[in-house]
């Protein structure tokens, strides 16, 4: 079962109560990839002439695993500069992560498909969101069937090009959905401090990290989050005041 350490955050049990709309990353969240980021920008830096076990290679894995949760476009724009480049970069390793997915390389996280059905049963609008591009994104939903789950995904192409820790897709979201009344009625939940701080600048009334993916709880906490929680399994519990 899931535990919850909260933050010294004011936010009360009756404000998640109220929670209205409920925005999950996939990777690392709600899906488990195994690291397949890390071997898909093998392929990248493959691409753009980084050689494996270089002082370059290394510097840019380091910055990878550092910036899980940003939109991957983002990422190679800053280890390769030039945007012919980054994008390069990118189309090679939204095409080695894709090659994984339909290898059956990735798996819901334990009890994932059960929270978003239970948080939706109870009337919440849930809404994945990834800091892939759509066409990787349509990946992962195809190979878990996933296609219908949620009413909503995003990635940052759908919300400008801004991926996280910009603001932009939780507030897409919420423009889209019209689930909530109030930024404060939002929930966002993910792995990383990116997806954190998203959702701190978002204004959302719950900003949680879960420890099944890339961060831990000193990343979370230092980016804003309000809670920690071991899985996503347990979301529903703490919205319902149950736990």
Known sequence: MSTLTSSTSSTSSTTLTDI??????????TVADGGLVERAFAAAAAELGVAPGSAEHAEHLAYVRATMGESKI???RHLFGAEDR???????FEKAYGDLVDAGLIAPVPGAREAVEELAAGGRTVVLTTGFARVTQDAILDALGWQDLVPLT???ADAGGRGRP???????AFVRTKAAEDVRQVAVVG????????GVRAGAGLVAGVRTGAHGD???RAAGATHVLDSVAGLPALLTGAR
């Open 20 to 29: 209205r709309l409920v925005v999950l990353d996939m990777a690392g969240t």
């Open 191 to 198: 792995d990383t401090s990116y997806d954190v701080l998203s």
């Open 86 to 92: 980054a994008q390069r970069a990118n189309t090679a």
């Open 166 to 172: 910009y603001p932009d897709m939780v507030l897409e």
């Open 154 to 156: 995003l990635c940052p």
């Open 218 to 220: 000193e990343a979370f």
């Open 74 to 76: 983002s990422v190679f």
